[in-house]
């Protein structure tokens, strides 16, 4: 499967954006699919997944601000950003696996497809 993740830009703080990631050469709802981000001088964090089409995970720190969502018509994972913050500020990139175990979703070494990251801003 390949990724291609979008939807970035500049916001400001209790803004919402929307990321995309369009999913091709298989369908998405087979895969178990997360968004991740990175921020300048630190390691690749989970943000959350959407296990195999079934259950979706958060990390705390965005629980009830982010939800992700799928449309299978589009082939395509989309992550929901609302009430953003600066600490949100990162490059955010989504990722697929087919064959992931539950434990392992919030892992970033558990996936083996990447999109190309996408910028987010959140301005104070």
């Known amino acids: 499967v390949q990724l291609q993740a979008s939807g970035g830009g500049l916001v400001q703080a209790g803004d919402s954006l929307r990321l995309s990631c369009a999913a091709s050469g298989s369908t998405v709802s087979r895969y178990t699919v997360g968004w991740f981000r990175q921020s300048p001088g630190k390691e690749r964090e989970f943000v959350a997944a959407?296990?195999?089409?079934?259950?979706?995970y958060y990390a705390d720190s965005v629980k009830g601000r982010f939800t992700i969502t799928t449309d299978n018509a589009k082939n395509t994972v989309y992550l929901q950003m609302v009430n953003m913050k600066p600490e949100d500020t990162a490059v955010y990139y989504c990722?697929?696996?087919?064959?992931?175990?539950?434990?392992?979703?919030?892992?970033?070494?558990?996936?083996?497809?990447w999109g190309q990251g996408t910028l987010v801003t959140v301005s104070s």
């Open positions: 990722a697929a696996d087919a064959y992931l175990i539950l434990s392992s979703v919030r892992a970033a070494s558990s996936y083996d497809y």
């Open positions: 959407r296990f195999r089409g079934t259950r979706d």
